[in-house]
């Protein structure tokens, strides 16, 4: 019996392995068992799951996606999908464009081609929120939320929503979610690709003075706020903020009243005091109600550091009070 062979038939006895576990049932030296997966995976007959040293291949069986049948559809349709569409699948596959619409389709028993018209349809009216700077100013929505005393930032911007009705996050908003909660730096990083270029111009046409990125409030290894920080490469005085909290620490998104929000980030971050500067920029990764970025823009100012202070979050809610709660 070839390695092959025996490596096929052992994926379909266990379905999942490791090159350690092939290694010793067929006795072939791991060079060879990795040119056998190598061909495999060009095939598409198992997938390769995790980072080495925990790597495991797994078995795919005849309803995978990977056979996944996709329509052909007119150029404008297939463009406009592979710029607006991205679907992470429950085992971490990243699927893209038509192939991942189909997909997204094809787990709710719906019409690919339909679906699709819907689709370009509604993510059109939210495209229609965005300013001739490319960017989605929602700084009227913060002023038409009831609840504030009073609104301190005098500009608030969102690359993207995070979320549309129906379809769920937009492409933007699954990169960031699954990078924050998984703290994937490779998702990280791809996020960067595409929103560092129009931050950086957004602090060229603005001329501001100085940067500040609002801190994390929940523990974890890999904080995206950090790396966000560390991508941009922002050559401008930085703001320090700190989170600061008692002795059990209250994540923003745990709380569902805008009253609490505001108390919670009027209370637990705080600014030290700088240099003087005309025009402030803050950058977060989401603001649902605005509270945090809203306080803390009032402390800024409060402590002289800036006459002007415009908030950025990469994505942000559509409605006046939406907690966005699982980033």
């Known amino acids: 019996m070839t390695n092959r062979r025996a ?22 030296s791991k060079q060879m068992v990795h040119i056998v997966l190598n061909q495999m995976l060009a095939e598409g007959t198992i997938q390769k799951l995790g980072k080495a040293p925990k790597t495991l291949y797994r078995r795919l069986g005849k309803s995978s996606p990977k056979e996944l049948s996709v329509v052909t559809l007119p150029q404008e349709a297939t463009e406009f999908l592979r710029d607006h569409f991205m679907l992470i699948t429950e085992i971490g596959e990243i699927r893209e464009g038509a192939e991942g619409f189909a997909l997204w389709c094809q787990q709710r028993s719906l019409p690919f081609e339909k679906t699709v018209s819907e689709f370009i349809t509604t993510r059109r009216k939210y495209l229609s929120y965005y300013h001739s700077n490319g960017l989605i100013d929602g700084t009227k929505k913060l002023h038409d939320t009831v609840g504030y005393e009073e609104i301190f930032l005098d500009t608030l911007y969102y690359l993207d929503f995070y979320a549309i009705e129906r379809f769920g996050k937009t492409r933007l908003g699954v990169i960031l979610h699954y990078a924050k909660q998984g703290q994937n730096k490779m998702l990280m990083g791809k996020m960067m690709d595409e929103v560092k270029p129009r931050v950086l111009k957004l602090i060229s046409e603005l001329s501001v003075g100085a940067v500040g990125f609002v801190p994390p409030t929940i523990r974890r290894e890999v904080q995206i706020m950090k790396f966000i920080q560390e991508r941009l490469k922002i050559s401008l005085p930085l703001i320090h903020i700190k989170k600061v909290s008692g002795v059990i620490p209250v994540p923003q998104k745990s709380l569902s009243k805008l009253p609490e929000r505001i108390s919670n980030a009027e209370n637990t971050f705080s600014v030290t005091k700088s240099n003087a500067f005309d025009h402030v920029l803050l950058i977060d990764d989401a603001v649902g109600s605005g509270s945090t970025m809203n306080q803390i823009a009032g402390k800024i100012k409060a402590k002289g550091i800036a006459k002007k202070v415009t908030g950025l979050a990469i994505v942000g ?9 699982d980033v």
């Not at 809610?317 to 709660?325: A, H, L, P, Q, W």
């Open 317 to 325: 809610s559509f409605k006046g009070f939406d907690v966005i709660t």
């Open 7 to 28: 490596i096929v038939g052992l994926f379909e006895q266990h379905g999942e392995l490791t090159v350690k576990e092939l290694v010793e049932f067929t006795g072939a």
